[in-house]
């Protein structure tokens, strides 16, 4: 209603603030809002629906944990309000009580199914999102009980085939548990299994735990009910979790009589509980025999009353389809074999960014994570991924994920040619409306109104949802709207020449304008680094503007401006071998130091590859990285904990040690370690997509004498100019009959040697 706006909201708002002595909320505001640039959305609302959905859990887990200490929680709050354990975080002024220091798990899943359960650092299973939990214990007869989250260290690792699943072993004297959590299908529909695995010197019990609490805090559980057959429950009358094998005791207790824990040793027994607050706990208990194992399997089933069918064998189907590595480091091909599991995982339809804080939809996130799928070799996942885009298109041309961030459009325009480029297939007349709206909007976009500002004809001032700062003129979404014109006009050539030769010259223009603005920027600093935007000084922010080199590739590799950018961020904002992000995450970004990786490689700097030992040194277990890692505890501090945008880069960097595209040619072995040739074992990539088509390439290391390298060619048309430029030895080009050459080691080696 229009007259509504006509009220006097700031004067009612002040009045009442001021009568029961709380600040002045519009003078704050006002306040928070001179720290930044003046923008038309202050922040979007996307990200503060869920800050405020994220700090009410918070304020739920202040209310809840720090008064019942005796009960078992997960590991990261056993961990975080420990004060004897490094992780501790006093709570004190503290209003919301969140988990900042073990932000790990690990997702498990089937192919194409939305449901992503997710497993901690102990073995806690979430099968829903945001929802409940499954823990296994194990009760001696003495008393003793072996409780995951609390044992000081145990054994986790991820199998990826057949299929994923995460086993957790834990031990406590000559107590012994192993948690196996998996996804299976059962007459085509996805059921989640835990398989609980207990063995005792004495008789005892294994313990199947209901916990109403997950790797983010507290998650509601008002009622459960045992089955007559003791062999199944009933969560909030809804959710089944079925047993194989028949409960011989069981517990359930309310938040008034504390957790179910305590209780486990009482002989009376209740078949199903209610709680008014939400925090039903439930144990079904099953009899260990001295000296002998005892397994139990609970099932989940995650789609009940869904007709879809899914395929039987998705798991060794893709995993054959995708561009294959085999190299002589284990820990290198297990982070490899499993960033390509997190990328199938998370394609359901959609592409998500993670499995539980970050299972929602950006553009940003999603022209990554489709760029590692087309690069290996998931081209109908890639393909059907974009094709949820023209429905986020706004009539205006805008490629909206959510309002005040302007990199989308560029980076939809980007993600489309590369797409087209790697497929050789044509644009559809409807994705070629979508282009040239998209490209329109970013021409209409750019500031005309201030000719003489050091931000003249840059985007606008926006939120940077990559955590560079408050809003500002960033670079970031300048060199992403450059590169989405550039894309544009390549992809219009043919179809449309005319709107081909606006866009490129709005290219150009746009360049132009970036160019003056960091002309200025080299003025005031003193020296060519770029900042995140033309009010900034030097700081963890520049990360940002390294999109110019990778992946956009909309400079020289060597230009340097990108290479003082570097140096800066090496010099500055870097902790334990890996970037540290001041912004927001406080934290060891796996993601972002990977692109300060690509840069070094592109640029033919070594230094990449300790970049690379460090983001593989991150690496949990089970081979993830949160989006944040704690500088201290290795644990997730912030973000997703099991951050696929991480998984991408890992995929992407391992692609571009073999195989890249640089102005027109194909680059071979440019990144290949040294170390790998120390050995005998052949090493394979492939087949790897590329703008060229197909190639597959393997290496005869040869320790002693001169490698030899292959390749095989599925061409789109012509074979590309091909360079080998093995670290190390002589760059050779070939010439396009030849698929082999053997290398020379250069002067300087063969002098060192």
Same mark, same amino acid.
């Given at each position: 209603m229009t007259w509504m706006k006509w009220l006097p909201w700031r004067f009612a708002i002040r009045y009442v603030a001021r009568k029961h002595g709380f600040l002045d909320p519009v003078a704050l505001l006002a306040r928070l809002h001179q720290f930044a640039q003046p923008s038309e959305v202050g922040e979007p609302i996307e990200l503060l629906r869920a800050g405020v959905v994220f700090h009410a859990r918070g304020l739920i887990n202040s209310r809840v944990i720090q008064h019942n200490l005796d009960w078992v929680w997960p590991f990261w709050i056993e961990r975080q309000f420990d004060p004897c354990d490094p992780s501790f975080i006093p709570r004190a002024f503290s209003i919301t009580h969140i988990n900042l220091t073990h932000r790990n798990w690990t997702a498990i899943g089937y192919p194409d199914v939305e449901e992503l359960p997710i497993v901690d650092p102990r073995g806690l299973l979430t099968p829903f999102l945001d929802g409940w939990s499954l823990d296994g214990w194990l009760l001696a007869g003495d008393g003793r009980c072996l409780l995951p989250s609390r044992t000081p260290a145990c054994r986790q690792q991820q199998q990826l085939t057949p299929g994923l699943s995460i086993s957790t072993e834990s031990a406590m004297d000559d107590l012994q548990l192993t948690a196996r959590a998996r996804v299976v299908l059962e007459a085509g529909q996805p059921v989640c299994q835990l398989q609980l695995s207990g063995r005792a010197a004495s008789d005892g019990w294994l313990v199947l735990a209901l916990r109403p609490?997950?790797? %983010?805090?507290?998650? @509601?559980?008002?009622?459960?009910?045992?089955?007559?057959?003791?062999? &199944?429950?009933?969560?909030?009358?809804?959710?089944?979790?079925? @047993? *194989?094998?028949?409960? +011989?005791?069981?517990?359930?207790? *309310? /938040?008034?009589?504390?957790?179910? /824990?305590?209780? $486990? $040793?009482?002989?009376? %027994?209740?078949?199903?509980?209610? !709680?008014?607050?939400?925090?039903?706990?439930?144990? +079904?208990? @099953?009899?260990?025999? +001295?000296?002998?194992? !005892?397994?139990?399997?609970?099932?989940?089933?995650?789609?009940?009353?869904? %007709?879809? &069918? /899914?395929?039987?064998?998705?798991?060794?189907? $893709?995993? &054959?389809?995708? !561009?294959?590595?085999? !190299?002589?480091?284990?820990?290198?091909? @297990?982070?490899y074999d499993a960033a390509i599991s997190s990328l199938i995982l998370h394609s359901p339809k959609d592409v998500y960014p993670g499995p539980f804080t970050y299972k929602r939809f950006w553009f940003r996130d999603a022209a990554f994570l489709i760029h590692a799928l087309l690069c290996a070799g998931f081209t109908e996942r890639a393909e059907r991924a974009l094709a949820q885009f023209p429905a986020r298109q706004t009539a205006t041309g805008f490629f909206r994920s959510q309002e005040g961030e302007w990199d989308s459009n560029g980076q939809v325009l980007w993600i489309l040619e590369r797409f087209f480029a790697m497929t050789g297939k044509t644009p559809s007349p409807n994705w070629l409306k979508c282009i040239k709206r998209g490209a329109r909007w970013i021409e209409r976009k750019r500031i005309r109104n201030a000719p003489d500002a050091p931000h003249a004809g840059l985007l606008p001032a926006g939120f940077s949802a990559e955590h560079l700062g408050p809003n500002d003129y960033y670079y970031w979404d300048d060199f992403w709207g450059v590169a989405g014109l550039r894309a544009a006009a390549r992809l219009l050539g043919e179809q449309d020449p005319e709107a081909s030769e606006t866009f490129a010259k709005g290219a150009d223009d746009f360049a132009a304008a970036i160019e003056r603005s960091l002309a200025g920027c080299e003025i005031r600093l003193g020296r060519p680094a770029m900042p995140a935007s033309p009010y900034r000084r030097l700081d963890a922010g520049a990360i940002g503007s390294l999109a110019v080199g990778y992946p956009i590739q909309g400079c020289a590799p060597t230009d340097r401006r990108l290479l003082d950018t570097v140096e800066f961020l090496l010099k500055h904002c870097f902790v334990n071998g890996a970037f540290y992000q001041d912004m927001i995450h406080s934290g060891l970004n796996a993601y972002l130091t990977l692109h300060v990786a690509q840069v070094l490689l592109r640029a033919g700097d070594s230094r990449y590859l300790d970049l690379m030992d460090s983001v593989a040194e991150l690496a949990s277990p089970t081979g993830q990285w949160p989006e944040a890692i704690h500088p201290l505890t290795g644990g997730g501090c912030m973000g997703d904990g099991h951050h696929v945008w991480a998984s991408a880069e890992w995929v992407l960097m391992v692609r571009h040690c073999f195989v890249r595209e640089e102005g027109g040619q194909l680059i071979l072995c440019d990144g290949i370690p040294a170390r790998w040739l120390e050995q005998e074992q052949p090493i394979h990539f492939g087949p790897a997509p590329t703008a060229f088509g197909a190639v597959t390439l393997s290496l005869w290391p040869n320790p002693g004498a001169q490698p030899r390298v292959e390749w095989q060619g599925d061409w789109h048309r012509e074979a590309p100019d091909i360079v080998l430029a093995l670290p190390g030895y002589e760059r050779v080009h070939v010439s396009a009959e030849r698929n082999a050459c053997v290398l020379r080691r250069t002067v300087k080696e063969d002098a060192e040697r």
């Open positions: 609490q997950n790797p %983010e805090g507290i998650s @509601f559980v008002h009622r459960v009910s045992l089955s007559p057959e003791r062999d &199944a429950w009933l969560v909030d009358g809804v959710r089944r979790v079925e @047993f *194989d094998t028949r409960v +011989a005791r069981h517990h359930v207790s *309310d /938040y008034r009589d504390g957790d179910v /824990y305590i209780h $486990l $040793l009482e002989r009376e %027994e209740q078949t199903q509980g209610i !709680c008014d607050v939400g925090m039903v706990t439930a144990a +079904a208990m @099953f009899p260990v025999v +001295a000296g002998q194992t !005892c397994e139990v399997r609970a099932s989940i089933p995650l789609s009940e009353g869904s %007709e879809k &069918a /899914y395929p039987q064998e998705a798991w060794p189907t $893709l995993q &054959a389809q995708h !561009c294959r590595l085999s !190299c002589p480091e284990a820990r290198y091909q @297990f982070l």
